[in-house]
């Protein structure tokens, strides 16, 4: 039924840069707004970038200026492109895709990229 699809994580060195895209099947794209997470072991999972239905951006403070959050309604895809890359970006990375709803939201979650960031 509906998939989120996470791809582009990797090993990089501090200072570098990575894309990473979450294609969608199963839903219509533009209904839902989108968001990333990342979440490292032992932690809580938190808010990295959101990007809305009309294309409203938030990031998170740790990730201003360095990252940048896209999506291709046409394409049924999200990016996250990532420069200057730290250790502490190390995480898995979450696709989040959510359509409002007053009572009960439809939320779906992708399975998560390995970003490191290590020499």
């Known amino acids: 039924q509906v998939q989120l699809v996470e791809v582009g994580g990797g090993l990089v060195q501090p200072g570098g840069s990575l894309r990473l895209s979450c294609a969608a099947t199963g839903i219509i794209f533009s209904d839902y707004h989108m968001a990333w997470y990342r979440q490292t072991p032992g932690k809580q999972r938190e808010l990295v970038a959101r990007i809305t239905i009309n294309r409203s951006i938030e990031y998170a403070d740790s990730v201003k200026g360095r990252f940048t959050i896209s999506r291709v309604n046409a394409k049924s895809t999200m990016y996250l492109q990532m420069n200057s890359l730290k250790p502490d970006d190390t995480a898995v990375y979450y696709c989040?895709?959510?359509?409002?709803?007053?009572?009960?939201?439809?939320?779906?979650w992708g399975q998560g990229t390995q970003v490191t960031v290590s020499a």
């Open positions: 989040n895709a959510v359509r409002p709803r007053t009572f009960s939201n439809e939320d779906y």
